[in-house]
């Protein structure tokens, strides 16, 4: 954590990992939970699948929400979960929640800058505004720059460096 300047952790999963959790905070290591559509586990989850779609699993993911605070994390991600079930973990606990794909019920909201920006992939998700297409500029740039090199239009006389007498 010193070397990388990092100012805390991001835990994924529940009940499987309070202890890890509760070790980390009280070595000092502030932890933030995450919930639902964990990343790191995405092929054991089977994709990118909305997480808690019912009872038993929303009741699951409140259960890990309290375990995760009462280990110490100072905050829960929640990603790819139904709003209402979003929302009634947030009210729920005292620390905040960061909705992604969990709708509006959470303390925050964070996007994959990627996806805010449409850069790299554009297979649209429901939960994902782009705020701008710059994968479009990104395209038409490098389709610009390998046409002014087959043409032998880049690099010109402005771009190059010549001998000292």
């Known amino acids: 954590m010193q070397e990388g300047l990092a100012k805390a952790i991001k835990m994924e999963g529940g009940e499987e990992i309070i202890p890890a959790v509760t070790a980390c905070v009280n070595a000092g290591i502030p ?3 995450h919930l639902g559509l964990t990343p790191q586990a ?3 989850l089977g994709g990118y699948i909305i997480q808690g779609k019912t009872n038993e ?3 699951k993911l409140m259960s890990d929400a309290l375990r995760l605070e009462e280990a110490g ?5 929640l990603e790819l979960v139904p709003e209402s079930v ?3 973990i947030t009210e729920r606990l005292s620390i905040p929640t960061i909705g992604i794909g969990a709708g509006r019920g959470c303390d ?7 996806d805010v920006l449409n850069y790299g992939n554009p297979a649209a998700k429901r939960f994902v505004k782009s705020f701008v ?3 479009e500029q990104i395209h038409s740039g490098i389709q610009a720059y390998v046409s002014e090199v087959k043409n032998r239009q880049f690099p010109n006389e402005s771009h190059v460096f010549e001998l000292k007498e």
Not at 73 to 77: D, K, L
């Open 133 to 135: 297409n710059i994968g």
């Open 42 to 44: 995405i092929h054991k």
């Open 108 to 114: 925050g909201q964070v996007l994959v800058y990627h």
């Open 73 to 77: 994390a100072f905050a829960i991600v």
């Open 31 to 33: 932890v933030m939970g």
């Open 86 to 88: 979003a929302g009634r």
């Open 57 to 59: 699993k929303a009741e």
